[in-house]
């Protein structure tokens, strides 16, 4: 309790900052430069996992971004997007928490310029004591509010388990609305908790966010979910996805038929991919 402030409300909460300009496709890639991915693309934002920037097993930013910037790491052209995906498994993230403050975690990763960052994401898991999932809520939005006060763009990570947080998020963002919320649906995987868990919810946020708030999903794939979120936040949608990198390196691409094994270069397949996926989302 002490190390969230002795409070589990929202509040005192502030997350300011304004939302850069980027496309409603976000690939993401592992980390290294991307000029031979973004060769026949120049894709205008490219997104990177906290796992390929901060080290699970030293607890350190990694050498390849260590004193750089993101820029430079990824090897942008002028005018292309960088965005950390805060997102890992827990071990990360309980890490990058539990050292932040020695090692001025927040603030390096802040100096390296990401255009934008997604908050890390504190997890809730059903059969934990309610007390964990309240303090993990509130971890969500404070470490956000740390990315920008150290004066980069960042996003919180929504989570929730019941009705009640919802409102509770609701009522937050009404009272000190954010420059956009994220959600992390990459680990719903079976239906049975997509349609009982993450889709009831998404609906509930698109009709009770204010009507120009933007919404950040990171991990959906399959088409028929793709259609779903786009009905319900059109053109305030930006979705992040691994998909096109992790079938490019087994020269697959991504069709309206699902995966197709094309034994194309990586280079090719990950922009047909790319280039499928975007024609999913309205335009911008």
């Known amino acids: 309790m002490a190390d969230v402030g002795g409070t589990l409300a929202f509040d005192d909460i502030t997350i300011d900052g304004a ?12 980390g290294s430069a991307v000029t031979h991915l973004d060769a026949s693309l120049r894709w205008p934002a490219y997104g990177v996992g906290l796992r390929r920037v901060f080290s699970p097993d030293t607890h350190t930013i990694y050498p390849r971004f260590a004193g750089k910037s993101a820029r430079e790491a990824l090897a942008l052209q002028d005018g292309q997007k960088a965005v950390l995906v805060g997102y890992g498994e827990d071990p990360l993230v309980e890490a ?51 990315f920008a006060d150290a004066g980069v763009a960042a996003i919180p990570n929504v989570y929730w388990f019941r009705l009640e947080d919802l409102r509770r998020y609701t009522a937050w963002i009404e009272d000190a609305p954010p420059p956009a ?91 047909s991919t790319v280039q499928f996926m975007a024609s999913l989302l309205p335009r911008r």
């Open 96 to 146: 990058l928490w539990t050292y932040r403050k020695r090692d001025g975690l927040v603030e390096e990763i802040a100096s390296q310029g990401w255009d934008l960052v997604l908050s890390p994401n504190y997890s809730i898991y059903g059969n934990w004591p309610r007390t964990e999932h309240l303090l993990n809520m509130r971890r969500c939005l404070l470490i956000a509010e740390e």
């Open 19 to 30: 939302l850069p300009e980027l496309p409603a496709f976000i690939p993401m890639t592992d």
């Open 181 to 271: 919320i994220a959600v992390n649906v990459q680990t719903v995987r079976e239906n049975s908790n997509w349609d009982t868990w993450a889709l009831p919810g998404l609906y509930w946020l698109a009709e009770n966010l204010p009507a120009d708030m933007p919404i950040f999903l990171t991990g959906l794939s399959r088409i028929d979910r793709i259609a779903q979120v786009v009905a319900l936040f059109g053109d305030r949608l930006t979705l992040i996805s691994q998909n096109a990198h992790q079938y490019a390196i087994h020269g697959a691409i991504m069709t309206a038929a699902g995966r197709e094994d094309v034994h194309a270069r990586p280079a090719d397949a990950f922009a």
